[in-house]
């Protein structure tokens, strides 16, 4: 690890990170204050089943329901997706288009040690995301009148941490891998969209509902963690994918060219 | 030119067959549709002060990022300070001051904010020397990266070369963008530390610079070393020049016809004259007419190396 890097790179990063904690904790505030108002109305509507699985196929009329919907199935995954993939690939293909990373290579630090420490950096980005989640939960269930207990708040929070991990980490291989930044930022996020959407069309096929074992969304919200608490085995694959892909960032840009 | 500037090693010091700072063995890096670097087999002695010439594309750059590890050689081998380029990159960059072409630093940070880091990076920099740096180059610390001149980044770039006081510099066109009188402070730098015996590897496409600064050269062509030698010795086989001044005009066809002569230009009253070899046809041949006054000119380094470019080009 070189702390310097990491602290440098929380430096560049902090100030749109932290402006978009507050924006979440306002939009889950605001969210959590429309429940009284309009879920029980929209929970009385006949939604078609494929609408509803891509909306985590939960109850609007109850808010726990309301804040899945919402919230942990779509907003909340993609947003922390979206900080941790453009964060990891930033820090890696984009300082490398950029030129920078020819100066601090030429420097005398394992380059192993320079990616580590860079996705030390984003990892502490993507925790300050899912704690702005988690702070934004607590202040809109309360808004909301109330229903979702602080430990099943806080399930959803770490098991979104988790998810932004596997995420970050996955554009981490593919920009430290390749020192592209498009290829990065474009693998990544479309792996995650699909992810998404085959894990909410997959279960409606019976011949490819195995499909969904292959997608990180399954291991972050399947198990529906503002309902049913912390997914221990969720978490432990998201984590595991996680280290390999920091392990094959590490050793690719180790063991390649520096791009001209 | 250094010895103004009181350095302590002189050229005839600059033996290659002593202790090698860089030693190359058909170091290579094939890019692919001819482009890269082929085959270098280079020496450079500690306390030299070395000029790599060439265009664009020439594979100066590669040379350098070989020789830092940055990328990895096709073929043959490498080392600097006596270490392997692959097995002991990280102890090589620790001694090694680099500078790379097209300097690009953190965009978003102050001049102030990258020095820092890039010393915390490295580690064990003396604060007091890095200080001194930013007085001599009147470095600007305080306002972004990306509101900087190329010249002040480029300031920057030197400075976080020189600060570790780096046994062996390895400079990718260091004088770009830098103003007369900062090329002056860079130049007397330079000579303050080839007279520490530090060694500075430097290259550059405009030639004027290195003909102020170097003790020996290597000209690099698409890739490949056409010749590597001390200037003085690259002056001695360069074409030499006359400049002839007449009472009246006089044509040059006259100094064409002659074998030694390789090119005559006219300005009025005056010829300059260059030609290989004895003086004397030259001589005979002006002498036809009433001579006002005949100047040598030496040749400057753009015409040596012209002149190995257009032999390889041949």
Not at chain 1, 88 to 98: F, R
Not at chain 1, 214 to 233: E, N
Not at chain 2, 138 to 166: C, W, Y
Request: neutral net charge; charged residues 20%; hydrophobic residues 50%.
């Amino acid at each position: 690890m070189s702390w310097p890097t990491t602290r440098i790179t929380l430096r560049l990063r902090l100030p749109g990170t932290l402006w978009t904690a507050v924006g979440l904790v306002a939009v889950l505030a605001v969210v959590g204050a429309l429940f009284p108002a309009v879920g029980h109305t929209i929970g009385k509507l006949n939604v078609p089943t494929s609408v509803a699985n891509l909306l985590g196929g939960a109850d609007y009329g109850t808010i726990t329901g309301w804040f899945r919907s919402e919230i942990a199935v779509i907003y909340g995954p993609l947003v922390i997706a979206a900080l941790a993939i453009t964060g990891a690939t930033a820090v890696t293909a984009g300082e490398e288009e950029d030129r920078i990373l020819a100066l601090v290579v030429a420097h005398p630090i394992r380059r192993s040690r320079l990616v580590a420490a860079k996705a030390a950096a984003i990892a502490l980005i993507v925790l300050i995301v899912a704690c702005a989640v988690w702070i934004g939960l607590i202040v809109g269930v309360a808004a909301g009148g109330g229903g979702i207990s602080l430990a099943h708040i806080t399930a959803l929070a770490v098991q979104l941490a988790m998810f932004g991990l596997a995420a970050g980490s996955l554009a981490l291989a593919i920009g430290a891998c390749t020192g592209n930044r498009s290829l990065a930022n474009g693998l990544a996020g479309g792996i995650v969209i699909l992810g998404w959407l085959v894990n909410s069309f997959a279960p409606l096929v019976g011949t490819i509902d195995w499909l969904k074992y292959l997608t990180l969304f399954y291991y972050y919200a399947d198990h529906d963690p503002l309902s049913r608490g912390v997914d221990v085995l969720g978490i432990a694959v998201l984590g595991v994918v996680a280290l390999a892909l920091t392990s094959v960032a590490l050793a690719g840009f180790e063991r390649r060219d520096l791009r001209a | 030119m250094f010895r103004d500037l009181g350095r302590a090693i002189p050229v005839e010091m600059a033996d290659v067959s002593g202790e090698s700072v860089i030693d190359t063995r058909g170091l290579s890096k094939d890019y692919g549709s001819g482009r890269g670097l082929f085959g270098l087999d280079l020496q450079v002695a500690r306390g030299e002060v070395f000029g790599f010439l060439g265009p664009n594309g020439a594979g100066k750059s590669t040379t350098m990022r070989l020789l830092l590890d940055l990328i990895r050689p096709t073929s043959g081998a490498a080392r600097v300070l006596e270490l392997d380029t692959r097995r002991d990159s990280v102890e090589i960059r620790r001694r090694v001051g680099f500078l790379p072409g097209d300097l690009a630093l953190y965009p978003k940070l102050t001049g102030r904010a990258v020095l820092d880091y890039l010393a915390r990076l490295r580690g064990g920099v003396n604060l007091r020397v890095r200080d001194s740096l930013i007085d001599r180059f009147e470095a600007d610390l305080d306002r972004p990266v990306r509101q900087l001149s190329t010249g002040n980044r480029q300031k920057l770039g030197l400075i976080q070369a020189f600060m570790h006081e780096p046994e062996l510099l390895i400079l990718d066109e260091p004088i770009a963008g830098l103003d007369p009188l900062v090329q002056r402070s860079f130049h007397a730098l330079l000579g303050e530390v080839s007279a520490q015996g530090r060694t500075v590897f430097l290259s550059s496409h405009t030639l004027s610079e290195v003909e102020r600064v170097t003790d020996r050269l290597a000209i690099l062509r698409e890739g490949r070393l056409v010749v590597v030698d001390s200037l003085e010795n690259l002056r001695k086989v360069a074409v030499q020049r006359l400049e002839i001044e007449f009472a009246e005009p006089v044509a040059g066809d006259e100094f064409r016809k002659i074998p030694v002569v390789k090119e005559v230009r006219a300005n009025g009253r005056i010829l300059t004259i260059g030609f290989e070899g004895s003086a004397d046809a030259v001589v005979k041949a002006a002498a036809g007419h009433e001579v006002r006054a005949i100047r040598p000119r030496e040749d400057d380094l753009e015409d040596i190396f012209l002149r190995y470019y257009g032999e390889v080009a041949e």
